[in-house]
């Protein structure tokens, strides 16, 4: 896989509703699991006219976003449009602001028992402690995804994943970046990935989603997003309804894994699943996470 030195800027501000040329505008999207989707869209909250298009966009998950997207001036307008679209019948997860900020209270009082939200994504997440009251102020029942975005926060991501409520963890590269000044390279960003992904086995969550990629240059998103799954990575956010069929081809296993993974799962079946020797297991394990992907994702073998 090929690596890009691109630099990302520093935060996501939602999404952009261009599409590529001949894209279906009119088709919704495949209803995913959130614990193997790939591509979360961010919304910015302030833009309610765009809601309901990129719900029914190609994401597999839309975060409507009321934290940096937002002027802190326009917080209780942004978190108004999305509990009256949510009233109307739409459905989505809300990034919300940290725990630190004026703002986190009553995100998390506006948002209890609304019809349609999914889960929350938490800002800035620097403790076990702010995901679990998170959790409880809303109603012990809504996942929260801890979004990490700095030193502190990597380091503390293994007590992070492991607290009451997480639901997956998530990368805010800029952010991080922002709060340590490391570069944007894949090898500078190797250990806040690795962390990450270490600290959901650890706790025992999905795949980790990684971070953004600023721009319109598809190569570079491809080129980003296959750093995502060399990482173990397992979701990307995007900021632009047109990065998702990108990011959902490239996290998904290809047709040809799915090829793999069928012959294999085939022939182990007609060998009485009797394990030969010492690689069959780890071979038996990839080929059932590849089929029960490629069953969800729709990939077909080639």
């Given amino acids: ?3 890009t030195t691109a630099a990302e800027s520093p935060r996501p501000t939602g999404a952009d509703l261009s599409r590529p040329t001949g894209a279906d505008s009119s088709r919704p999207a495949r209803s995913v699991n959130p614990e193997i989707a790939r591509s979360w869209l961010l919304v910015n909250a302030m833009r309610p006219e765009i809601f309901s298009e990129c719900s029914s966009s190609r994401a597999d998950a839309v975060i409507l976003d009321i934290e ?3 002027d802190p001036s326009h917080k209780d307008e942004a978190r108004e449009n999305v509990i009256r679209w949510m009233h109307e019948g739409g459905q989505a997860w809300v990034r919300i602001n940290d725990a630190t900020s004026p703002f986190w209270a009553d995100d998390l009082a506006g948002l209890r028992g609304t019809a349609g939200l999914l889960g929350v994504m938490l800002a800035k997440t620097e ?3 702010q995901v679990t009251e998170s959790y409880h102020r809303m109603d012990g029942k809504t996942p ?14 293994n007590h992070i994943a492991k607290a009451q409520g997480a639901f997956r963890l998530a990368f805010g590269s800029g952010d991080f970046r922002r709060d340590t000044g490391m570069a944007a390279t894949p090898e500078a960003m190797a ?3 690795a962390k990450l992904v270490v ?9 980790p989603i990684d971070g953004p990629t600023v721009g319109t240059n598809h190569p570079i998103l491809r080129e980003q997003s296959a750093i995502t799954v060399m990482m173990g990575m397992t979701g990307k956010l995007c900021l ?3 990065q998702t069929t ?12 799915v090829a793999w993974a069928s012959d294999f799962m085939r022939d182990f079946e007609a060998n009485g699943r009797v394990i030969r020797d010492g690689s069959d297991l780890p071979r038996l394990g990839r080929a059932e996470k590849i089929m029960k992907l490629a069953t969800a994702f729709g990939v077909q073998p080639a």
């Fill in 191 to 193: 250990y806040p990935r």
């Fill in 1 to 3: 896989m090929t690596s």
């Fill in 144 to 157: 929260v995804i801890p979004l990490v975005e700095s030193a502190v926060g990597i380091e503390e991501a």
């Fill in 199 to 207: 600290a959901s086995r650890v706790g025992g969550l999905p795949g």
């Fill in 68 to 70: 940096d997207a937002v």
């Fill in 240 to 242: 632009a309804v047109d």
């Fill in 127 to 129: 403790s076990s402690d």
């Fill in 246 to 257: 990108v990011i959902n081809e490239v996290i998904s296993p290809t047709p040809s894994d």
